[in-house]
């Protein structure tokens, strides 16, 4: 079990950035897959970046690839999402989730993740 606890969030002006953390206790977590998603008001929660156990492997949406930047540090058992030339559509509740799935290296799949943290706002202005 993994829990996790995001921080960083807040109110960015566009073409601005922001920093992400998410924090994990247990002494599980340079096992686990780690992932960030987001939900925006009255849609979908949305894959955002994945990253492998070892950090070495990373995969993006692409509506954000070029600009979110995701990595870790297993020594502080942290997962980082570095943001930005944020945009307007960026804005949502922003969320770290850790997969423990067999055989893969990473995920895009929400359902794979059985831990999650409580989210962290970040708004964009225009």
């Known amino acids: 079990q993994v829990q996790l606890v995001e921080s960083g969030g807040g109110l960015v002006q566009a073409g601005g950035s922001l920093r992400l953390s998410c924090a994990a206790s247990?002494?599980?977590?340079?096992?686990?897959?780690m992932g960030w998603f987001r939900q925006a008001p009255g849609k979908e929660r949305e894959f955002v970046a994945t990253?492998?156990?070892?950090?070495?492997?990373?995969y993006s949406a692409g509506s954000v690839k070029g600009r979110f930047i995701i990595s870790r540090d297993n020594a502080k058992n942290t997962v980082y999402l570095q943001m930005n030339s944020l945009k307007p559509e960026d804005t949502a509740v922003y969320s770290c989730?850790?997969?423990?799935?067999?055989?893969?290296?990473?995920?895009?799949?929400?359902?794979?993740?059985?831990?999650w943290g409580q989210g962290t706002q970040v708004t964009v202005s225009s």
């Open positions: 247990g002494r599980t977590f340079s096992s686990a897959i």
């Open positions: 989730a850790a997969s423990h799935q067999i055989g893969a290296v990473f995920s895009t799949q929400a359902l794979t993740y059985d831990n």
């Open positions: 990253i492998s156990r070892s950090g070495g492997s990373t």
